[in-house]
């Protein structure tokens, strides 16, 4: 059961609730660029693709504003390498 994408503006990240449990993506937004700080999910979660349909969702959300993604963390980078649905919002 996954959860609804929340923009937590307030702390400037992304996150998704999976079994009672948040995974996040800390970020910075300048202009039309979104900057993936770091993504996070607990360890409970790890392994279960969790941290990687925070990203899909994030993703989407990003597309839908405009905005184009550069990754600083190399868990964001490598997923989005390996994303080819999304391979475009590089920045």
């Known amino acids: 059961m996954t ?5 937590n503006t307030a702390d400037s990240r992304y996150e998704m609730v999976e079994q009672g449990m948040t995974s996040w993506a800390d970020y910075r937004l300048s202009g039309d660029r979104l900057y993936i700080d770091h993504v996070e999910s607990p360890p409970a979660l790890r392994g279960t693709g969790a941290a990687g349909r925070l990203m899909a969702a994030l993703a989407a959300d990003a597309r839908t504003q405009g905005l184009r993604i550069t990754p600083i963390c190399g868990y964001a980078a490598a997923w989005l390498r390996r994303s080819p649905e999304f391979r475009d919002l590089l920045a």
Not at 3 to 7: A, D, F, G, P, T
């Open 3 to 7: 959860s609804e994408l929340r923009n």
